[in-house]
């Protein structure tokens, strides 16, 4: 059983460090298209109290061979069916940025519905509320023809032009990423009539990317709201000077969290 379980567990998520003394786990969606390197690289660089797991969707890395999801419950389905037993273990927090604050959503959001399970924070990046005017009037993107799709890449700006250059790379890359835009706009979530949550959540995004509606996620939760801004457009988070600020914003939160979680 344990074998399995182990096995299914490397199958969705990178984990580069092992923190077994660690009082939080830091649990990170890639953005549309995305992988999970980006983030698993955070736990060799995030404090020893803080272990860092990186969700990997099938159609990319060493998931490559398997069909992507068609839709958020199966995003959902997978990574609680996987990551339940290590949330029940000691506090975690969410974090996604752009496609993953959706995913980082839709998870928290049936943990607390169907376990009763909150994280102790949620930390959304570059975009809006699902439920907010500005998400549902967002035009549909994943069914463009692959031309008029790089135009639109191109104009926001954060993939490396030498990826776009290269026809066999975009090859790999832009069915991935087609693939999760679908499961992104294909989302619906109604607004709740009252907050789900009681943990805090930030929000982060760049000042140069289109306005996102970052204080609609409000009315998720009844514990603190904040809405941090950076220098940079859609993939800010890039920028090592941001990267770090970002760190060390989530990592002392998490690390006071465990107060208010006893």
């Known amino acids: 059983?344990?074998?399995?379980?182990?096995?299914?567990?490397?199958?969705?998520?990178?984990?580069?460090?092992?923190?077994?003394?660690?009082?939080?786990?830091?649990?990170?969606?890639?953005?549309?298209?995305?992988?999970?390197?980006?983030?698993?690289?955070?736990?060799?660089?995030?404090?020893?109290?803080?272990?860092?797991?990186?969700?990997?969707?099938?159609?990319?890395?060493?998931?490559?061979?398997?069909?992507?999801?068609?839709?958020?419950?199966?995003?959902?389905?997978?990574?609680?069916?996987?990551?339940?037993?290590?949330?029940?273990?000691?506090?975690?927090?969410?974090?996604?940025?752009?496609?993953?604050?959706?995913?980082?959503?839709?998870?928290?959001?049936?943990?607390?519905k169907i376990h009763n399970m909150e994280p102790v924070h949620i930390f959304l990046s570059g975009a809006s509320a699902p439920y907010s005017e500005t998400r549902i009037k967002t035009p549909k993107r994943s069914d463009l023809s692959d031309e008029d799709f790089l135009k639109w890449l191109i104009s926001i700006g954060g993939t490396p032009p030498e990826l776009l250059a290269n026809p066999e790379v975009l090859k790999l890359f832009l069915p991935a990423l087609k693939a999760d835009l679908h499961v992104v706009e294909n989302y619906r979530c109604n607004k709740a009539s009252s907050p789900l949550f009681s943990c805090p959540v930030t929000c982060f995004d760049g000042k140069d990317d289109i306005p996102h509606d970052l204080q609609a996620w409000k009315d998720i939760t009844s514990g603190d709201f904040s809405i941090k801004m950076f220098h940079g457009s859609h993939f800010y988070l890039k920028d090592s000077g941001n990267e770090k600020i970002i760190l060390d914003y989530v990592t002392k939160h998490l690390e006071t969290s465990e107060m208010d979680y006893l």
């Open 1 to 112: 059983m344990e074998q399995t379980e182990s096995n299914s567990m490397d199958k969705v998520v990178n984990c580069f460090k092992k923190r077994p003394d660690a009082v939080a786990r830091l649990i990170c969606f890639p953005w549309a298209g995305g992988g999970s390197i980006h983030y698993a690289r955070w736990g060799n660089v995030l404090s020893s109290s803080v272990e860092v797991l990186a969700v990997k969707l099938p159609g990319r890395e060493s998931r490559a061979k398997e069909p992507f999801f068609e839709n958020m419950q199966q995003i959902v389905d997978e990574v609680i069916s996987v990551l339940l037993p290590l949330l029940k273990e000691k506090p975690f927090a969410l974090f996604g940025h752009s496609f993953g604050a959706f995913t980082s959503f839709a998870v928290a959001d049936a943990l607390k």
